[in-house]
């Protein structure tokens, strides 16, 4: 049967996920180490889960209300306005999504119509392009550079803009680099971002995982309110990946169209992952925010190391200030990142993921996560650089 014709031009001209190609490879060899996937390596802790579990046994098995649950609608505009000082209104601004995943999927479709210009920052997480592309509008990249700490400057904004571009993807902290943008760098893109009447989605799915400097949200500042959509959640922060909890904030305008497409995509997320949520949230008041400070303090452990490391091999490394990742250079060893990536899997069983994966501006670069733990870090940096020395011994020889 020729299924070819059946299929929408769309979604054939979607490629399969940069990173997922080198997730097969590591999982054909025993005993591997990965540094490729970008999720905590930390258990959902016990409350949370117990949370959920008890949530079944008082027999909430139906569907919530559409936008979540009011309670914990609440608890999310009480964390907003305490993390990041911008008030929402719970029954008409927040929704509780499937993941950020879906926030991010329902803010291009509310916003886009055929042709409509997103700028997209690069390199940067790798459903942003599909996302708009399944739209049918078009990706306008950014690239950002290390020597600019892969942040964004108006100037940026200014030649990428066209009469054409609803909207600006702003992620940071960011994936893959770990780059974060502080509250006069964003001060200073505000004014082209409102001459050019854009919206801004924001992705903070990152936001609690920053080393030494608190995150700001551009939904903060200034006439930035009424055009932000704020994407989070809970997979990054509670370490709730598997849950698919997450949730945007944004005008009540705004909030409405998103509504509509949740409401008879999705109906409303996962019941037992709300309570989850709910408890993870009031009980991180209480708390003190005890998990995400325990969590946030040993990751900030291995991103030294892996820093240093890194740099001990003679690579250059942006210092990443925030999210869980490391974007080392390794140019200078004279091969692609894709090669660079293929033969370390393949020699020393280490995965880490191309920077390409992440847009053409990651070239020369590899993205390695450290949310595996300090020991297992270790061991992969010791195979790391015996396979660089390896490199540079048969470079050398040539
Ligand atoms: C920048 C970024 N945004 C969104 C997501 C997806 O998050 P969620 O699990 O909430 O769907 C990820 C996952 O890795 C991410 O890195």
């Avoid at 006069?184 to 989605?201: G, Q, R, S, T």
């Avoid at 400097?213 to 930035?224: E, F, N, T, Y």
């Avoid at 409401?263 to 925010?289: K, P, V, W, Y």
């Amino acid at each position: 049967m020729n299924y070819d014709k059946y299929f929408s031009s769309r979604v054939k001209g979607l490629s399969q996920s940069g990173i997922r190609k080198y997730f097969d490879l590591l999982n054909d060899l025993e005993g591997g180490i990965s540094l490729g996937v970008g999720e905590p390596d930390f258990i959902t802790p016990e409350p949370i889960r117990e949370a959920a579990i008890k949530s079944i046994e008082d027999c909430h098995t139906k569907y919530t209300s559409n936008a979540g649950l009011p309670e914990l609608r609440k608890a999310i505009a009480k964390y907003q306005k305490m993390f990041i000082g911008v008030d929402y209104d719970p029954d008409t601004e927040i929704v509780v999504t499937v993941g950020a995943s879906e926030a991010i999927d329902l803010a291009m479709r509310s916003l886009l119509d055929e042709g409509d210009e997103v700028l997209i920052l690069e390199p940067s997480y790798v459903s942003y392009e599909p996302d708009v592309k399944l739209c049918g509008g078009k990706v306008v990249p950014i690239y950002l550079k290390a020597d600019n700490k892969f942040r964004l400057t108006a100037e940026m904004i200014e030649n990428a803009v066209t009469p054409k571009t609803k909207a600006l993807l702003l992620a940071y902290p960011n994936n893959p680099t770990g780059a974060i943008m502080e509250k006069e760098d964003l001060e200073k893109i505000v004014p082209a971002i409102i001459k050019h009447d854009l919206i801004v989605i924001s992705d903070e799915i990152y936001s609690e995982l920053t080393y030494g400097k608190h995150h700001v949200s551009i939904a903060s500042l200034p006439g930035m309110r009424e055009r932000t959509i704020v994407l989070n959640g809970f997979s990054k922060s509670f370490s709730m990946t598997g849950w698919r909890m997450g949730y945007f904030c944004a005008p009540k305008e705004i909030s409405e169209q998103m509504y509509k497409i949740h409401q008879f995509l999705i109906m409303c997320a996962s019941t037992a992952g709300q309570h989850a949520a709910l408890f993870a949230l009031n009980n991180a008041f209480e708390n003190d925010f005890k998990y995400v400070k325990e969590m946030r303090a040993e990751y900030d452990k291995r991103r030294r190391y892996m820093v240093d490391s890194f740099r001990e091999m003679g690579f250059e490394v942006f210092e990443p200030e925030g999210a869980f990742y490391v974007f080392p250079c390794i140019k200078s060893l004279g091969m692609s990142s894709e090669d660079f990536a293929y033969e370390l899997i393949m020699k020393k069983k280490v995965l880490v993921v191309p920077g390409e994966a992440f847009g053409e501006a990651g070239a020369g670069y590899v993205r390695c996560c450290y949310a595996t733990d300090l020991e297992r870090i270790k061991t992969a940096m010791g195979l790391i650089k015996e396979f660089v020395e390896e490199i540079r011994l048969q470079k050398g020889k040539k």
